[in-house]
Antibody, heavy 120, light 108 residues
């Protein structure tokens, strides 16, 4: 059974760095073809893709946010970490992590999401 | 960056009716397009991948078609649980993924 769960602070101040952790089970990121991605959704708005890391440790980022994002993995802990620097109120959103397996090539399992509010 | 434009923004239909949702890409994405369903307070759920393949457990009333720049999600006969927001998403290459702005299917 594949599950993913996001964790991190519910509230961050402007200019701070956000660190989110995705803890997953039911698959391994050391298996060829497996990837984990981060997506966010501001309240009442559309989904926005942020970043992806694959089994080979290749990393891909949203063009508009790449200077602020870092994605990494800890295969032994079944975790993927996303950091976003210089947080702003417009970054207030629910942040999701999701799995990709190459046979499907899209986001087939999602976490429940974690709401991050940016406010002083 | 490839932009996905979904239409209409809102679709008002009754249970049992047919729903047709459109997604247009600003340049060709071949068949690398997916559709997701999202209900209030829930994470999105993968419905269709590679334009026309149903994901595991998705009912046959959901179908996808198209290639290149024009794609369609069809729900043949709306069930009460199908009223939700639907997003298309492309991955023309592994490095750039984008979502459409969503179509809300609401009860008329």
């Amino acid at each position: 059974q594949v599950t993913l769960r996001e964790s991190g602070p519910a509230l961050v101040k402007p200019t701070q760095t956000l660190t989110l952790t995705c803890t997953f089970s039911g698959f391994s990121l050391s298996t060829s073809g497996m990837c984990v991605s981060w997506i966010r959704q501001p309240p009442g708005k559309a989904l926005e893709w942020l970043a992806l890391i694959d089994w080979d440790d290749d990393k891909y980022y949203s063009t508009s946010l790449k200077t602020r994002l870092t994605i990494s993995k800890d295969t032994s802990k079944n975790q993927v970490v996303l950091t976003m620097t210089n947080m702003d109120p417009v970054d207030t959103a629910t942040y999701y992590c999701a799995r990709i397996q190459s046979t499907i090539g899209f986001l087939d399992y999602w976490g429940q999401g974690t709401l991050v509010t940016v406010s002083s | 960056e490839i932009v996905l434009t979904q239409s209409p923004a809102t679709l008002s239909l009754s249970p049992g009716e047919r729903a047709t949702l459109s997604c247009r890409a600003s340049q060709s994405v071949s068949s690398y397009l997916a559709w997701y369903q999202q209900k209030p307070g829930q994470a999105p759920r993968l419905l269709i991948y590679d334009a026309s393949n149903r994901a595991t457990g998705i009912p046959a009333r959901f179908s996808g078609s198209g290639s290149g720049t024009d794609f369609t999600l069809t729900i043949s006969s709306l069930e009460p649980e199908d009223f939700a927001v639907y997003y298309c998403q492309q991955r023309s290459n592994w490095a750039t993924w984008t979502f459409g702005q969503g179509t809300k299917v609401e009860i008329k």
